[in-house]
């Protein structure tokens, strides 16, 4: 059998076991754990390649045939780093290891068996990890979705209505017609996209009919109001829908502090936005309900006190 040079191994499907890859402009290396491919049995897409008819192409379809190979990819996950080809069938992953023609190659996995209905999409050189879900998105214009895809976003959540104040000021999408206009303005898009409804409401009826139009949960926003009245009748509501409330808290202590705040979630869980007090909320004692076993804290990059985004990016997001 002929060998080749570990660099042109590289060259042509991508790093294996024992190599390293460093992460763009960082000083982050990634060692190569493992390799599922058998080597000299590698499949790999175009002229001269080897995804052929009776080669790495099996001609009898089976029900573990791919709808699409993912060739050579590096996977980067909770698992490890390793090395892998990935299967798809019927829109969802259906197995990483070797694919091929189980008929005539070494290795392959029963579930990725490539065949006449495959296609093919090379990942040699390419890294392969799970997609980032953005909680805090104020859906003001479509660019934010390209933008959101090259930091490696999959999923976006969040609310608005395009180009309003009250989009610009809160992530909220409210009542049935507005959910409705963005649900069907998302369709052309290939990015998971969840919209909350308005949770600033006492009248239980008007929050069901939002989740019933199409809301994935509620946003409770200071700006509309963050009075315990509301943090109550939503959170009784997402308990019974069993769906998620974030709430933005009151900065100005109007309808109470934060002790006040914490008696009307009662227990219960929450997701609370700008826990560090910089974007909103309780002055000065936000930050206590980060220590809250319910409360699930979060904040924002512009927002984070003492950093080189809060200049940046701080004064223009106010």
Not at 18 to 25: A, C, F, I, P, T
Not at 262 to 273: M, V
């Amino acid at each position: 059998m002929k060998k080749i040079s570990r660099k042109e191994y590289v060259s042509m499907y991508g790093p294996t076991t024992g190599d390293k890859v460093r992460l763009g402009d960082t000083d982050l290396i990634l060692e190569v754990e493992h390799d599922c491919t058998t080597y000299g049995e590698e499949i790999k897409f175009g002229g001269g390649k080897t995804i052929r008819d009776g080669m790495g192409q099996t001609n009898s379809p089976s029900s573990h045939e791919l709808d699409l190979v993912i060739t050579n990819a590096l996977i980067v996950d909770y698992t490890g780093i390793y090395k892998a080809d990935i299967g798809i069938k019927n829109g969802k992953i259906h197995g990483i290891g070797k694919a091929g023609n189980k008929d005539l190659q070494d290795g392959v996995c029963n579930r990725l068996c490539v065949g006449p209905a495959t296609e093919a999409l090379a990942a040699e050189g390419l890294i392969v990890t799970a997609g980032g879900i953005d909680t805090h998105i104020h859906f003001i214009s479509p660019q934010q979705i390209p933008t959101a895809f090259a930091s490696g976003i999959t999923t976006m959540i969040g609310g608005g209505t395009g180009p309003a104040d009250g989009t610009n000021a809160t992530t909220i999408t409210p009542g049935r017609w507005n959910l409705k206009e963005m649900l069907r303005a998302s369709e052309e898009y290939a990015m998971n996209l969840g919209y909350l409804g308005k949770g600033n409401v006492s009248f239980e009826p008007a929050l069901i009919d939002q989740l019933e139009a199409g809301a994935i949960g509620f946003k409770i926003h200071e700006d509309w109001g963050s009075t315990p009245s509301a943090i109550n009748h939503a959170l009784n509501i997402a308990d019974k829908y069993d769906v998620q409330v974030a709430i933005h808290t009151d900065t100005l202590n109007e309808a109470g502090c934060v002790e006040d705040t914490l008696e009307a979630i009662a227990g219960r869980t929450i997701h609370t936005f700008h826990t560090e007090g910089a974007g909103g909320g309780h002055a000065p004692d936000v930050i206590k309900m980060a220590g809250e076993f319910n409360i699930l804290p979060a904040s924002t990059n512009p927002t984070i006190p003492f950093t080189k985004n809060t200049e940046a990016e701080h004064m223009d997001m106010l």
